[in-house]
């Protein structure tokens, strides 16, 4: 895997405010910042912060990050970015009082999947990781230092679909929600869809 560095990256929309700590970059959001396409609500987002770069051919992106999430809908991770209406965001989000691992998938409109996560501490750290391939993204987690091997979902996605990659960062209802974003990480995609060693 190598790293992105942070200066190779550019904002979509920049946050509130932005700041580096040696490696790790903390961000925090502004106000009612999202992205999200039509179903079940009807609205329209796109205002969500998103750093990206590059993501060429069939490869694999992995963002790890900090946050206490307190307001209805706050989530961060990482972002598969084309265009307003293709793109692809996974994290944790906060949603009914509960932390999930969530994943969108955009194309055209949204659509929207959870798994229940255990209670995490400001310290734990999240690993998301995406693999492109053909005409999937496959989306797993990992959590407190430990390797994306969750699986959480197998998207589809136009293999010509040209795309940026990066973190996520919104706060839907409220505004501040402070990530701390340790440096991105890109490599092949993964061998296999189902081994358990496709990652060692």
């Known amino acids: 895997m190598t790293r992105v560095r942070w200066e190779e990256m550019s904002w979509l929309n920049p946050p509130a405010a932005e700041r580096r ?3 790790v970059l903390e961000v925090v959001t502004g106000p009612e910042t999202d992205f999200w396409r039509t179903t079940a609500y009807g609205f329209r987002h796109d205002n ?16 790890t990050f900090r946050a206490t999430f307190t307001h209805a809908f706050e989530h961060a991770g990482l972002m598969l970015y084309s265009t307003p209406d293709t793109w692809i965001k996974a994290g944790v989000e906060l949603s009914d009082g509960e932390l999930f ?4 998938v955009t194309l055209g409109r949204s659509d929207w999947a959870v ?24 989306i797993r987690y990992g959590l407190g230092g430990a390797q994306a091997r969750q699986l959480l979902r197998v998207a589809y996605l136009p293999p010509e679909v040209p795309l940026r990659a990066g973190l996520l960062c919104c706060s839907p209802t409220s505004e501040g ?11 092949p ?5 189902h081994s358990k060693l496709m990652l060692v």
Request: glycine residues 10%; aromatic residues 4%; negative net charge.
């Open 115 to 138: 798994s229940p996560l255990q209670e995490l501490s400001p310290q734990t750290a999240v690993t998301i990781r995406a693999s492109r391939s053909g005409d999937a993204v496959t």
């Open 21 to 23: 700590d040696g490696d």
């Open 177 to 187: 929600l402070v990530v701390r974003f340790e440096p991105i990480v890109v490599g």
């Open 48 to 63: 969500g912060h998103f750093l990206g770069a590059p993501f060429l051919g069939e490869a694999s992106i992995e963002v």
């Open 101 to 104: 691992a969530s994943a969108v």
């Open 189 to 193: 995609c993964d061998a296999r869809l």
